[in-house]
C-alpha cells in the first residue's frame, strides 16, 4: 500500500492542478461518499495486473456502468467476485473514482480487437467508466463528460494517447456490448484524440 500515497500524489499533479485537496477512500467502500465534481479519490480494486512490459498505451476505452450510482460501482469493483474493475469511473455530477493505478492493466474490456487488429485491449488501453444506466433515456450530464475531458488532458501528459473508442466498437463477438449508449461525443472536444470504431 505504500505505493499508493505515492500514485496518488502524481494523479494530484495531473488532475488537481488547482491545488484543490484529494480524499483517500479509509476503510470499507461502504463508507463512501461522492467526492464532487473533478475531486479523485483512490476506490482500490483488487480485479487487476500487471501490463505487458512492451505495452504502450495509446488508446482510451469508454463504457456506460449500468448502474446508477458512483458509490455502487466502486462497492462491486471492490469484491474479488465480479472480477472487473477499470482504472477510473466518473460520477454524474464529475466525481473521479480510480480503481487501478493506470500503470497497471485492468479488467474493462475483456475480449476484444480494435479496428487495427489489436486484440485484448486492456493490455494496452485506460478504461474509464461512466455512471450511466445505459438504457439509452439517462442523460449524461455536462459534469460528467466535462470531467472525463479533463482526465484524458491530463493522462495526454503521462502516456502517449492517441485514440479512443468505446466497449461498443472492440467488444467481441461484435454486438456483445452496446456502452456507452448515446454518449455525447460533441461534448468531448480537444482531446486531438482520434475516434477508432
Ligand atoms: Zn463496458
Redesign the pocket.
Known sequence: MAAVPLLFGLLALFVQSDGRPYGLLEGNPQDWKDPGYLQIVWAESPNFGPRPADAVIDTIVL??TANTTLGGVVRWFATTESQVSSHYTIGKDGSIAQHVSTFDRAW?AGKSVDKFGRENLNNFTVGIEMVNKGDGEDKWTDEQVEAVRLLILSLKRRFPLKYITT?EYIAVPKGR?N?PKNFPWEKLYGTGLEIIR
Open positions: 463504457h456506460h474493462h466497449h456490448k456502452d
